[in-house]
């Protein structure tokens, strides 16, 4: 297990409080995006696509805290784009560890080194470094040569400084099991405290459509890894070992997409982390005014293939509360790999894929222009 066991007891007794409040939905880990602008262009990435107005946005600092403020979860993941383009991102950081939460910064690594003296080490603190698989993998999933030698660069540095470093690590269709088994088998070598795995989220604006995997590919892919590391067990993973169990095809697991609420230059996205279907001004309007069960698999279209942790976790977390025993025999037993899977979420019901992306980067350059123009009214008014 990668994750500490303050974070354990953070976490757990956080879920613990949820449900004896009876609280029916409520997030785990807030998924913040400063900005989309990014020095990649990985062939995987559905998140960079936007026009150079939309590009340049940033949110403030003082806008990031508040949105951890409003959303109140335990754990916030700052993604992006790549977050160390933003210029006062430590501050950032400062603020989430101040308030006593645990902050994942996810980062391709190109500007870790540059960047590694604004950041102090804390428990309340991980590099989640952008490691898609070894030096070939990695290099051809983010299309650029040299990328993979320098966020190992930049995790030795770290590790010399006393940082914690995890790896966040993205699966495609042309996964080879025995070279992720043994590259995470290298990871442990770097000193890497822990691994988050998922597989890629089919992106609709994503630049390679033909290497997403499907739920059955998924599952298929991951019996073949865990059996190489005595079901998954040989790895410190930073998930749930019941959420490796439904990547493995072992539960019955419906998304919570509300787990992984995300903020970003547009505001709260709707549902989730991977999806863009709508945006709303305030947690509490995101949690109260969407229609949940118009999401997940089995409900949308968008929703079919995908087995990501942002959707996904928070189920098997809640899982876990409901019952410790369970997880403990899988934490102990690792995870089954010969036995018959679950039987698949049923998709006749689903509704069609809308296509929304166009209106909303629409609206959103109408809103730059117009905050443009303000002060230039006001001066003029003045
Ligand atoms: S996947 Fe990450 S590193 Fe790659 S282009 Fe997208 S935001 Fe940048
Ligand atoms: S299944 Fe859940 S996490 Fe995945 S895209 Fe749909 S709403 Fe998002």
Redesign the pocket.
């Known amino acids: 297990m990668g994750i500490p066991l303050l974070q354990q007891f953070h976490v757990g007794g956080y879920v613990v409080r949820q449900h004896l409040k009876g609280r029916k939905r409520y997030p785990l880990v807030l998924m913040l995006e400063p900005l989309f602008r990014c020095n990649l262009a990985c062939a995987g990435c559905g998140k960079i696509d936007y026009p150079d107005k939309i590009l340049n946005q940033r949110l403030s600092v003082a806008q990031c805290l508040e949105a951890v403020d409003e959303c109140g979860a335990p754990v916030v993941s700052i993604a992006g784009g790549e977050p160390l383009i933003h210029s006062e991102l430590h501050k950032v950081v400062e603020g989430i560890i101040a308030r006593k939460k645990f902050v994942y910064l996810c980062t391709n690594a190109l500007l870790m080194e540059k960047k590694l003296d604004l950041y102090k080490p804390s428990p309340y603190f991980v590099w989640s470094v952008h490691l898609d698989g070894d030096r070939g993998m990695h290099d051809h999933s983010v299309c650029q040569d040299g990328v993979y030698d320098k966020a190992l660069a930049a995790i030795h540095k770290a590790k010399e400084r006393g940082f914690r470093i995890s790896i966040n690590c993205t699966l495609f269709s042309n996964a080879d099991p025995d070279r992720v088994a043994s590259f995470f088998d290298s990871v442990k070598d770097l000193g890497v405290d822990g691994i988050t795995v998922s597989p890629g989220?089919a992106y609709e604006r994503a630049p390679d459509q033909e290497h997403f995997l499907n739920r059955e590919r998924t599952k298929n892919l991951f019996r073949d890894i865990f059996r190489k590391g005595r079901g998954g067990r040989k790895w410190a993973f930073n998930q749930s070992s019941l959420f490796l169990d439904f990547l493995a095809g072992n539960q019955e697991y419906h998304?919570t997409?509300w787990g992984n609420p995300t903020r970003n230059v547009f505001g709260w996205q709707r549902?989730?982390?991977?999806?863009g279907e709508g945006y709303v001004g305030s947690f509490k309007e995101l949690m109260e005014g969407t229609d949940w069960d118009a999401?997940?698999?089995g409900n949308?279209e968008?929703?079919a293939d995908?087995m990501?942790h942002?959707?996904y976790e928070a189920t098997a977390v809640t899982d876990s509360v409901r019952k410790p025993l369970k997880a403990l025999r899988l934490a102990l037993r690792g995870i089954e790999t010969e036995k018959p899977m679950v039987p698949e979420i049923r998709l006749d019901k689903q509704r069609p894929a809308q296509y929304v992306f166009a209106n909303h980067v629409e609206k959103k350059l109408s809103e730059i222009e117009q905050a443009k123009a303000r002060p230039k009214t006001m001066e003029k008014v003045g």
Request: one cysteine or more; aromatic letters at 22%.
């Open positions: 989220y998304c997409p549902p989730c982390y991977l999806l999401y997940g698999t949308y968008k929703c995908c990501v942002c959707g």
